[in-house]
T-cell receptor, first 111, second 113 residues
C-alpha cells in the first residue's frame, strides 16, 4: 500500500515565524507533489505543486522536494493567524491515475 | 464564474436508504473524482472518471455507485450496503486524468439518523 506520511500536529508557531511542514512518501517513482490547505469544515485548496528536486517559491510559501530521500516540505514565512489550517501533502501515484493524500498537519499560528 | 458545485451541503440518511450526492463542474474538465474524508484521516478515493461514460473504482468503492452521463456531472450514490457512511464527501476535477492538479468542490457532509 503506497503511503504519504505527515505529522498530525498540531504545530504551533508565533505570528511572524516560519512554519515548516514535512511529508514523506513511499512510492519512489512518484513525479508530482502537491500541498493543499484545508480550513476546518471546508474543502482543500491547492497551494503549490512541485515536480523537480529543489525549491519552488510562491509568495510566502516555499515547497522543497528531495526525491532521493522521498521527502517534501512546505515552508510558510511570516506566518499569519489566517494560515491556521490543516495542510495536506499529496503525491501522484506512478501506478495509475490516482493522487495519494496524507492525513494532514494541523498548523496553529498564535497572534 | 467557473467552479465545482456540490449539493446538498448536509445530507441525512436513514438506515437502509440510498442517497445521491450531486457534483457539477463548468470547468470543461475531463476527469472527475469522489473522495471520502474521515476525521484525522487523509482523503480516500471512492471512484474516478477519465471521460464521459467511463468510470473506475478507487480504493474504497464498496457500497457506492456513480454514473458519468454528462461531462459536467458525476453523481455519487451511497447505497444501503455502505454500513458506515458518515463522512465528509469531496468531489474534485482535473483537466484530464494525467493532469494531477485537482480542484475540489465545497463538499457534502453525510450523517446517519
Amino acid at each position: 500500500q503506497k503511503e504519504v506520511e505527515q505529522n498530525s500536529g498540531p504545530l504551533s508557531v508565533p505570528e511572524g515565524a516560519i512554519a515548516s511542514l514535512n511529508c514523506t512518501y513511499s512510492d519512489r517513482g512518484s513525479q508530482s507533489f502537491f500541498w493543499y490547505r484545508q480550513y476546518s469544515g471546508k474543502s482543500p485548496e491547492l497551494i503549490m505543486s512541485i515536480y523537480s528536486n529543489g525549491d519552488k517559491e510562491d509568495g510566502r510559501f516555499t515547497a522543497q522536494l528531495n526525491k532521493a530521500s522521498q521527502y517534501v516540505s512546505l515552508l510558510i514565512r511570516d506566518s499569519q493567524p489566517s494560515d491556521s489550517a490543516t495542510y495536506l501533502c499529496a503525491v501522484g501515484d506512478t501506478g495509475g491515475f490516482k493522487t495519494i493524500f496524507g492525513a494532514g498537519t494541523r498548523l496553529f499560528v498564535k497572534a | 464564474d467557473g467552479g465545482i458545485t456540490q449539493s446538498p451541503k448536509y445530507l441525512f440518511r436513514k438506515e437502509g436508504q440510498n442517497v445521491t450526492l450531486s457534483c457539477e463542474q463548468n470547468l470543461n474538465h475531463d476527469a472527475m473524482y469522489w473522495y471520502r474524508q474521515d476525521p484525522g484521516q487523509g482523503l480516500r478515493l471512492i471512484y474516478y472518471s477519465q471521460i464521459v461514460n467511463d468510470f473506475q473504482k478507487g480504493d474504497i468503492a464498496e457500497g457506492y455507485s456513480v454514473s458519468r452521463e454528462k461531462k459536467e456531472s458525476f453523481p455519487l450514490t451511497v447505497t444501503s450496503a455502505q454500513k458506515n457512511p458518515t463522512a465528509f464527501y469531496l468531489c474534485a476535477s482535473s483537466i484530464d486524468i494525467s493532469q494531477e492538479t485537482q480542484y475540489f468542490g465545497p463538499g457534502t457532509r453525510l450523517l446517519v439518523l
